[in-house]
């Protein structure tokens, strides 16, 4: 059984289609990466899985089920712009949000529900600053939270908006390292990104879309000049450049 189904998916802002009978599927235990121009509907896509957008038509599925029957397996990580930063909460309150369907909005959270935060916060270096208003994290600290909240959610499903975006080398090599582990351990997690040089590093299968889909399935299959060309216009020769070096590197000639 596939972990994520979409079906002639289409999504409309004001009479504009954004998504256009986007149709495709992921199977479990995957990274698959994300990518598209600039207003492709990427981060559409991921709203209309978690329901914060209402699609005119198509649906989407979690394991053959609804997401009301699957909402507390799929962990969502927003873009970081998205959030207020200035809402008076510290960082180990913003983790241990990912526990609330243990223990209930009104209710109060569990020493084993600390304890999954404080080693969430470990995992992604982040320890020292649990006690430390957001406001006050600097960016590549706020995406880094929002992970570790995701990860103490324990979800079957990750769906995350560009959680690279402001993140420095090391901390980018420690989050993808999590997630692969997440990966071996039979998660599925679907990654908005933009930096095709590092996809055939980071993930094994790959989805290309611009408002409809262009391809989707194992990154070897996927990342060529021609897809490539198809999802980015114009941008052709850049890509073409981009697939070279990739294939280079791989082949130790870089």
């Not at 949000?97 to 084993?112: D, I, S, T």
């Not at 600290?141 to 908006?161: E, G, K, S």
């Not at 599925?188 to 980071?202: M, Q, R, S």
Request: with cysteine; net charge positive; charged share 20%.
């Amino acid at each position: 059984m596939n972990s994520i189904e979409v079906e002639g998916l289409t999504v409309h802002y004001d009479k504009r289609s954004i998504l256009w009978d986007l149709s495709f599927s992921l199977p479990s235990g995957i990274i698959c990466g994300v990518a598209g121009p600039n207003g492709a509907g990427k981060s559409t896509l991921l709203k209309a899985a978690v329901g914060l957008v209402k699609p005119q038509a198509g649906r989407i599925t979690f394991k053959g089920q609804p997401l009301n029957k699957m909402r507390q397996q799929i962990a969502y990580i927003p873009q970081r712009e998205s959030i207020d930063w200035d809402f008076p909460i510290t960082a180990s309150d913003v983790v241990l949000m990912g526990r609330y369907n243990r223990f209930g909005f009104w209710g109060r959270p569990r020493k084993a529900d600390q304890d999954a935060a404080a080693c969430a916060l470990e995992q992604l270096g982040m320890s020292a600053f649990a006690d430390r208003q957001i406001s006050q994290l600097s960016g590549g600290q706020q995406q880094r939270l929002f992970i570790a909240r995701a990860l103490v959610q324990q979800p079957d499903i990750f769906l995350m908006d560009e959680p690279f975006n402001g993140v420095d080398l090391a901390t980018e090599k420690s989050i993808i390292e999590i997630l692969w582990r997440l990966k071996n351990e039979g998660k599925t997690i679907l990654i908005v990104f933009h930096d095709l040089l590092n996809a055939e590093k980071y993930f094994d299968h790959l989805l290309l879309m611009n408002r409809r889909l262009i391809a989707c399935g194992p990154i070897d299959q996927i990342f060529n000049s021609k897809n490539l060309a198809q999802t980015f216009g114009k941008r052709q020769c850049l890509f073409e450049d981009a697939t070279s070096l990739s294939a280079k590197t791989r082949f130790g000639m870089k």
